[in-house]
């Protein structure tokens, strides 16, 4: 193994220590480009004067995160399959890490229920079907976010974001082979 490094992703702000980046940031899963040195990490990144549609957009955004996060925590639940449970139980942290990333641009407490599961539909098939479903709603919607944002901060993000729920579109793929 090379010489350990660390690395500071720059959507979410969290760090990762490896011999090299990793893909996607182990937190809010940002592609490799994001992971950087953490001194050229700006301490004021996310001071950011919104516009009124740039907020909108972000608390439309912090309910689908907080929704999404708790439909995978209740598929995390489920008993019948450990391995899918655990892989749902990932992706309920990384919305979750999306979730306090939009709360925190727009200077708002993380939603009190964050950690709480929400309902399931009952069987794994319904249930990828769904995350698919609301995958694919968050990854257009944040494209549609990023185009009418004006803050370059705030592009950049949206853009990011909307990455990684289309990467959770193909792990949903990958998932129902697994059912
Ligand atoms: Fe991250
Ligand atoms: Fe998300």
């Known amino acids: 193994m090379g010489a350990v490094k660390m690395y500071r992703c720059r959507i979410c702000g969290e760090t990762y220590l490896g011999s090299e980046a990793p893909a996607m940031c182990p937190f809010c899963g940002a592609h490799s480009e994001f992971m950087i ?15 009124e549609v740039e907020r909108a ?3 439309t955004a912090i309910d689908i995160e907080l929704s999404n996060t708790r439909f995978y925590l209740a598929m995390a639940l489920r008993d019948d399959n450990p391995a899918l449970a655990s892989a749902y139980k990932r992706l309920a942290a990384v ?16 939603p009190a229920d964050l950690r709480e599961a929400g309902d399931e539909l009952g069987s794994w098939d319904a249930d990828i079907d769904e995350s698919c479903r609301r995958e694919k709603r968050a990854s257009a919607l944040y ?36 059912v």
């Open 37 to 51: 040195d953490p001194v050229d990490y700006p301490h004021d990144i996310n001071d950011v004067q919104l516009t």
């Open 95 to 110: 919305e979750s890490e999306h979730c306090s990333l939009f709360s925190k641009i727009a200077r708002m407490p993380k």
């Open 57 to 59: 957009d972000l608390e």
């Open 143 to 178: 494209a549609e976010f990023a185009a009418r944002a004006t803050n370059a901060r705030v592009i950049e993000v949206w853009n990011a974001v909307s990455a990684v729920e289309a990467d959770h579109i193909v792990l949903d793929g990958v998932a129902k082979g697994y």
